[in-house]
């Protein structure tokens, strides 16, 4: 019975409907949709609080065995944050107690933003942006920008500007584009990040680090493309026809010429 169960539950359930397996977005490459999961779907590096591991924790205060759940804490993502790098932090929601007597206010806590400037060795630019404090310490533990980009998924990258950055180097580096001066220089630093490349196809970075809009531009733009180089059907229809018409004709002036032929007393 509950296996006949089981599999009536199984038999009623619908797939959710997002951006990318509906409508327009169904019909975006693979590679796209690869890199929207991987950005919107995925879960994140937990930033805000260390996750704890096995089933069964004791509590510090009642000394009783209980569950062990991990509830990431509800985030907001503003849209400033994405002109800026922002290292997988945003701003935590909650409440805020300011005296013993008092009651609890809504409380925002909001990262520490910093105007500075970073440096991708890839792409031998300066850029300058918002970063966090957090950003900083991962860019420096990756010992530069352009690793921390490269190891890190987009979905703890979040910000446009990141993806934007990461998909400019891996092209500079598929494309082999990166210090087009000095012949010397770009064998040496492609082969310092060629191994990252390894994660990706040549079409995955083709779409890789596009907004759904961007995405949908682009594949709007091949599309006509396609189109332009594709013979329209009337013209092919048109050279078919005009084609039948003059082998029919042929076929028709042969048939005359053998039949008077054969009435013909003066042959």
Avoid at 3 to 30: F, H, M, Q, V
Avoid at 158 to 170: H, V, W, Y
Wanted: aromatic share 12%; hydrophobic share 35%; with cysteine.
């Amino acid at each position: 019975m509950e296996s006949r169960l089981a599999n009536g539950l199984k038999l009623l359930y619908l797939p959710k409907k997002t951006k990318i397996n509906s409508g327009l977005g169904d019909k975006l490459p693979e590679a796209y949709k690869k890199f929207y999961l991987e950005w919107r779907h995925r879960t994140p590096e937990p930033v805000y609080f260390q996750p704890k591991t096995g089933k069964w924790m004791k509590d510090s205060k009642s000394g009783q065995v209980v569950p062990v759940q991990n509830i990431p804490i509800p985030l907001k993502y503003p849209k400033t944050m994405h002109t800026g790098i922002w290292g997988g932090e945003a701003i935590v929601q909650g409440f805020k107690q300011k005296g013993k007597y008092k009651s609890r206010v809504p409380y925002f806590w909001v990262p520490t933003l910093k105007n500075t400037v970073v440096y991708s060795e890839v792409l031998n630019k300066y850029m300058s942006t918002i970063v966090t404090e957090r950003a900083i310490e991962l860019i420096n533990k990756n010992y530069g920008l352009d690793h921390y980009l490269l190891k890190t998924p987009a979905c703890d990258l979040k910000t446009t500007l990141s993806l934007k950055i990461k998909r400019n180097i891996l092209m500079a580096l598929r494309d082999k584009t990166l210090y087009p001066d000095n012949i010397v220089k770009q064998q040496a630093i492609y082969d310092k990040y060629k191994h990252y490349l390894n994660d990706y196809s040549h079409e995955d970075i083709e779409w890789y680090g596009l907004t759904f809009d961007q995405a949908l531009l682009k594949f709007q733009e091949k599309e006509e493309i396609a189109n332009l180089k594709r013979e329209p059907l009337k013209a092919k229809f048109r050279t078919e026809l005009i084609k039948e018409l003059k082998t029919n004709k042929d076929n028709l002036v042969d048939e005359n010429k053998s039949w008077l032929n054969k009435i013909n007393p003066f042959k």
